[in-house]
């Protein structure tokens, strides 16, 4: 227990450093500006495709695989494997947000198009 209290603090204490790097205007920020310009000058159509790719994993077609691993456990009544799989599921949806609201960030307008 001591050493999962340990390591939870550690990535406090990285989240936290990289929350303020992020700051309006901060090394992080700026990076992303960075990216995204290299991004935009660089950029191909097999690299976009692949981008969207990755953004599907975060979309409601998940979830709905989420929701069938969910029934799974139900019907072979793995009550604790389910209560974690539901935890997890819920927390990172409300994490989601309460990042969205902490850290505000316009989209990019070359985002648009999507």
Do not use: C, N
Not at 97 to 107: D, G, M, Q, W, Y
């Amino acid at each position: 227990m001591a050493i999962a209290l340990g390591v939870m603090a550690i990535e406090l204490g990285g989240f936290s450093a990289l929350a303020d790097a992020y700051g309006e205007g901060g090394a992080l920020a700026r990076l992303d500006a960075a990216v995204l310009e290299w991004l935009q000058h660089h950029g191909s159509e097999r690299g976009e495709s692949l981008w969207v790719a990755v953004s599907w994993l975060g979309s409601p077609v998940l979830f709905v695989v989420d929701l069938g691993v969910a029934a799974w456990l139900a019907m072979h009544r793995e009550r604790r494997l389910l209560a974690f799989w539901l935890s997890a599921i819920l927390g990172g949806l409300v994490l989601d947000e309460v990042l969205k609201l902490a850290f505000p960030r316009t989209r990019p307008t070359v985002a648009a198009a999507f």
